[in-house]
């Protein structure tokens, strides 16, 4: 590529350059650049002649091609669920705020169906804090998501393929609870379903994508 690009740097304008000598600069997603043939500033993220250059740097940027489908979500949550339905049951049972019968013939459905009300109370809140920070947790590390998404190749991210912050992973945990135990998950898979870049409401309101890694 032997097009001339110019970047803005400290709010001056330093050119031009080679595509390969801003490769060997360094650009990162938010450099301004400016295209051949062009008068507006853009952010080298949305240029795609560099985002090969960016996925090598490990960025994943959202597709239409790699949005996660809503199956493969499901699948995940399911994972997810079972591994913290077990941490939540062992710490409500050790620390003794929940108690199970003396018996050798234990039946866990006749348990859960004759439990006293404060205790199903006990298990909804404990769960959900747990899946709040437990996924807001792992999708602001490396990881990206949690241990259920990584195995089904699943990975949450920002607009710019980016990890999200604590804040942003935060607020879309919150919003997923929230849905969830007041509308239930018929209400998720409407939202996903009505949404143009298969995203929910809360991922629209904070500009997150669900992604299938497909390397």
Do not use: H
């Not at 809140?125 to 998404?149: D, Q």
């Not at 804040?167 to 998720?188: E, Q």
Request: charged content about 20%.
């Amino acid at each position: 590529m032997n097009e001339e690009y110019y970047v803005l740097e400290d709010g001056e304008k330093t050119g031009p350059f080679s595509f390969s000598e801003l490769i060997e600069r360094g650009i990162d997603i938010d450099t301004p650049i400016l295209m051949p043939g062009t008068d507006a500033w853009q952010n080298a993220s949305y240029i795609p002649v560099f985002i090969e250059y960016f996925e090598t740097q490990g960025y994943q940027f959202p597709t239409e091609d790699n949005l996660a489908g809503f199956g493969w979500r499901i699948l995940a949550f399911i994972i997810d669920y079972m591994i913290l339905s077990l941490i939540v049951f062992g710490i409500d049972v050790k620390s003794g705020l929940l108690v199970l019968p003396d018996t050798a013939k234990f039946d866990p459905a006749q348990f859960l169906s004759t439990m006293p009300q404060r205790s199903l109370i006990i298990i909804e809140i404990s769960f959900a804090v747990t899946f709040l920070i437990y996924n807001t947790f792992f999708e602001a590390t490396n990881f990206r998501g949690s241990l259920g998404k990584k195995l089904c190749g699943l990975k949450v991210v920002d607009a710019d393929g980016r990890k999200l912050n604590v804040i942003t992973a935060f607020l879309r945990n919150l919003g997923a609870v929230t849905v969830y135990n007041i509308i239930g998950m018929i209400f998720l898979a409407v939202s996903y379903t009505v949404g143009q870049q298969k995203q929910t409401w809360y991922e629209r309101m904070g500009k997150t994508y669900m992604i299938r890694n497909v390397e």
